[in-house]
């Protein structure tokens, strides 16, 4: 007998998004990730949940296609069949094409997993049994990019996951409209948002990103990026076990191992 089709997982998320919104992840997902799909034989990307318009995953495919390799394929994925159709006049296979799927895939094994703003409306009990049903598709040696950020992609944080579960979290900020480091918490991921409790590694993250911040106010008549390089340098020789070179903190980030902020 015929198999049927592959029921969706998951439910409709909001759908909300903007151009460009999506941009820091994107970037660090050519840094950080391109050799995954520079050694895949087949390199396909699935934009998870990509919302009401398909301009998230038209960024990423072109990002991706111009930073990493020219024969990388995106699919965009989403539950709601009325967002696949509106969809489609924005495919441009067999780089950019777009289908219904949840977190079972839809069928396919890509490389890579971008979910973005779609476990936020999720309970915190559910994200674990999520990203084992995302990473459980995967291509061998595959990973899933999850989290989220502002309505205008200014903040977010995202957790890279792998096979073995999540490897690093990842905090990232517009640094010329930064006030404070502590904004980040308001987009920390489904699975750290509710920690940011005293007692809780996460939140001692933050407040001891914003204490350097703080204390590296004399460098702001240099610019903000100067202040957060400062504040980063201090949190690693505070003993915070800062991934990445300063080229990476310039663009306003900050990674770490999961374990450093894991929930207790």
């Given at each position: 007998m015929?198999?049927g089709?592959?029921?969706?997982?998951?439910?409709?998320?909001?759908g909300?998004?903007?151009?460009n919104?999506?941009?820091?992840?994107?970037?660090w997902i050519?840094?950080t990730?391109?050799?995954?799909?520079?050694?895949?034989a087949?390199?396909l990307?699935?934009?998870l949940?990509?919302?009401?318009t398909?301009?998230?995953?038209?960024?990423?495919?072109?990002?991706?296609?111009?930073g990493v390799?020219a024969?990388?394929?995106?699919?965009?994925?989403e539950i709601d069949?009325?967002?696949v159709?509106?969809?489609?006049p924005a495919?441009?296979?067999?780089?950019?094409t777009?289908?219904?799927?949840?977190?079972?895939?839809?069928g396919?094994?890509?490389?890579l997993?971008?979910a973005?703003?779609?476990?936020?409306?999720?309970?915190?009990s559910?994200?674990?049994a999520?990203w084992?049903t995302?990473?459980?598709?995967l291509?061998?040696?595959?990973?899933?990019v999850e989290?989220?950020?502002?309505?205008?992609?200014?903040?977010?944080?995202?957790v890279?996951?792998?096979?073995?579960g999540?490897?690093?979290?990842t905090?990232?900020a517009?640094?010329?409209?930064?006030?404070?480091?502590?904004?980040l918490?308001?987009?920390?991921?489904?699975?750290?948002i509710h920690?940011?409790?005293p007692?809780?590694r996460v939140?001692d993250l933050?407040r001891?990103?914003?204490?350097?911040?703080?204390?590296?106010?004399?460098?702001?008549?240099?610019?903000?990026?100067?202040?957060?390089?400062?504040?980063?340098?201090?949190l690693?020789?505070?003993?915070?076990?800062?991934?990445?070179?300063?080229?990476?903190?310039r663009q306003g980030e900050?990674?770490?191992?999961w374990?450093a902020?894991?929930?207790?």
């Amino acid at each position: 007998m015929k198999a049927g089709p592959v029921r969706p997982q998951g439910v409709v998320t909001r759908g909300t998004t903007n151009p460009n919104r999506l941009r820091r992840v994107d970037n660090w997902i050519v840094a950080t990730c391109g050799d995954r799909l520079r050694a895949a034989a087949d390199p396909l990307v699935v934009d998870l949940g990509y919302g009401a318009t398909p301009v998230t995953a038209v960024e990423l495919r072109a990002r991706l296609a111009t930073g990493v390799r020219a024969d990388v394929r995106v699919v965009g994925l989403e539950i709601d069949p009325v967002r696949v159709a509106a969809a489609a006049p924005a495919a441009d296979p067999p780089g950019l094409t777009f289908a219904r799927g949840g977190f079972e895939l839809a069928g396919l094994r890509p490389v890579l997993v971008r979910a973005f703003n779609v476990l936020r409306q999720y309970d915190e009990s559910e994200v674990a049994a999520a990203w084992r049903t995302v990473t459980d598709r995967l291509a061998p040696g595959g990973a899933l990019v999850e989290g989220t950020c502002d309505e205008l992609g200014r903040l977010g944080s995202w957790v890279l996951v792998d096979a073995t579960g999540p490897r690093t979290l990842t905090l990232a900020a517009r640094l010329a409209t930064l006030e404070t480091p502590a904004q980040l918490a308001e987009r920390l991921p489904k699975a750290l948002i509710h920690r940011n409790v005293p007692g809780e590694r996460v939140h001692d993250l933050i407040r001891a990103l914003d204490d350097a911040w703080q204390a590296a106010a004399g460098y702001a008549p240099f610019g903000p990026r100067q202040r957060w390089l400062r504040a980063v340098g201090a949190l690693k020789q505070a003993g915070w076990p800062v991934l990445d070179r300063p080229h990476r903190w310039r663009q306003g980030e900050l990674t770490l191992p999961w374990p450093a902020v894991a929930p207790t």
